[in-house]
């Protein structure tokens, strides 16, 4: 079935360090979203990339969707410790965006030593 | 200011039981989903509606249905409860099919013993 791997699945980082998790797709997606869920919380909806090879920034983080629109990542820029978190990427599969059915990685769990 | 609220927040079972958990939204979406997120696995789906009467399988099915009798509430029936469905239930909902965020609620732990 469609699958979108997450890696790396747990990252330890020192604070002021930078951070990067990479979603990848089986199939073309027509879009990728990325949540963060805190510890004891519920995942909240942070972007949306919609077109091949869109970069957008949120302060120090930088969201990327590929150019064949299969991959995506997640950079940090000098972590803090409210990064803290798991961070998710979700596809919807190319022909199925009427469908509105998110599929998600299995998440990447960062932890910053202050 | 709307939201979505799941309840109960914890809730302990015995094997065979039947559990129903509630979510109620007041964002007036007609989207709305049940997720399962387990260690390991990610955020699973369960089942979804997209309007009044309308409900859908998703990838975990099994075990679990849904009614949609008004816009606001997707309740999710544990028709008899197995230790494999202890897990964090989430439900959702989103304004749109196609590129719209989803709002989720505070989440669920549901134990089966």
């Known amino acids: 079935g469609q699958q979108v791997m997450q890696i790396p699945q747990y990252q330890h980082v020192q604070e002021g360090e930078d951070f990067t998790t990479y979603c990848n797709s089986s199939?073309?997606?027509?879009?990728i979203q990325w949540y963060k869920q805190r510890p004891g919380g519920h995942p909240v909806f942070l972007i949306q990339l919609v077109k091949s090879g869109e970069v957008k920034k949120q302060k120090r983080l930088t969201f990327q969707f590929g150019e064949a629109k299969k991959n995506s990542s997640l950079h940090i820029t000098a972590t803090q410790t409210t990064d803290v978190g798991t961070y998710f990427c979700a596809g919807i599969p190319y022909g199925s965006s009427n469908t509105g059915k998110l599929i998600f990685g299995q998440g990447t769990t960062l932890q910053v030593k202050p | 200011d709307a939201e979505i609220t799941q309840s109960p927040r914890h809730k302990i079972t015995e094997t065979g039981r039947q559990v129903t958990l509630a979510c109620h939204q007041t964002w007036n979406h007609n989207n709305m989903f049940w997720y399962r997120q387990d260690l390991g696995h990610g955020l699973r789906l369960i089942h979804y509606?997209?309007?009044?009467?309308?409900?859908n399988k998703g990838e975990v099915s099994d075990g679990y249905s849904v009614s949609r009798s008004n816009t606001e509430d997707l309740p999710l029936t544990l028709e008899s409860a197995a230790s494999s469905q202890t897990s964090v239930y989430f439900c959702?909902?989103?304004?749109?099919?196609?590129?719209?965020?989803?709002?989720f609620g505070n989440g669920t732990r549901l134990t089966v013993t």
């Open positions: 199939t073309t997606l027509s879009n």
């Open positions: 509606s997209y309007g009044v009467q309308d409900t």
């Open positions: 959702a909902s989103s304004a749109h099919r196609a590129n719209s965020p989803l709002h």
